[in-house]
């Protein structure tokens, strides 16, 4: 079935340092791909999106481009801030249902002054 | 655009007894979606709504479940006789499927704890 793996957390950094999260997915076709952001206490909200291959996704900084051909969807930042500190969550969107999301494990960012 | 709602945030009651949980999705979207997120997990699909036609239940959802949206509009969902493993948080979502490519929005959803 359908899935999501993402780079296993927690991460810590420093303020200004750059920020890699990995994530590979396996689905049939060519699904939609999410970068969800979880800050404590809310819900999720959309960070980014892309819906087919070499399409790159970004906001507030952060990048994810789907390579289809590694079938990944890895999210960038280049500067952190204290303010990135929350959880991130890749996820897929397959054509085949696309009514639901399937989502990795979640990776926890905490970003120090 | 006032979001998706949920009501309670927060929920504690003892096993066995029957909880009820309610979201107001986005006014103008016709899909609502229902998952739970366990501690350090993903959200997890449980099932799904278009308009009032609930289309499609996860085997996540036993028959303790149930959920509703009678007019197409809010939706409940309903656990009967909780067990320890219900504690959860219980996520709402929805979106407008007459844009293929429009994501699903969240609600801040309702913590469930069973004493």
């Known amino acids: 079935g359908d899935s999501v793996t993402q780079m296993e957390g927690p991460v810590t950094l420093s303020e200004e340092a750059f920020l890699t999260i990995n994530c590979t997915y396996t689905a049939t076709g060519y699904p939609s791909l999410f970068w969800y952001v979880q800050y404590p206490g809310e819900g999720l909200q959309l960070l980014l999106k892309a819906t087919k291959a070499d399409d790159k996704g970004s906001n507030k900084g952060f990048e994810a481009t789907y390579r289809k051909e590694t079938t990944s969807f890895h999210l960038e930042k280049g500067s952190v801030q204290v303010s990135d500190s929350a959880v991130y969550f890749c996820a897929l969107r397959a054509r085949s249902n696309d009514y639901k999301l399937s989502f990795g494990a979640g990776t926890t960012v905490t970003v120090r002054a | 655009d006032t979001g998706v709602s949920q009501d309670p945030r927060h929920k504690i009651t003892k096993r066995g007894q029957n909880v009820t949980f309610r979201c107001d999705p986005i006014s103008e979207h016709n899909r609502l979606y229902w998952y739970r997120q366990t501690l350090g997990q993903g959200p997890e699909f449980l099932t799904y709504?278009?308009?009032?036609?609930?289309?499609?239940k996860s085997r996540l959802l036993s028959d303790r479940f149930s959920a509703e949206r009678p007019k197409g509009s809010f939706s409940t969902l309903e656990i009967q006789r909780t067990e320890q493993g219900d504690s959860a948080m219980y996520l709402c979502?929805?979106?407008?499927?007459?844009?293929?490519?429009?994501?699903?929005?969240f609600g801040d959803g309702t913590r469930l704890s069973i004493l």
């Open positions: 709504f278009q308009n009032e036609a609930q289309l499609e």
């Open positions: 979502a929805s979106s407008d499927s007459r844009d293929s490519n429009q994501p699903q929005h």
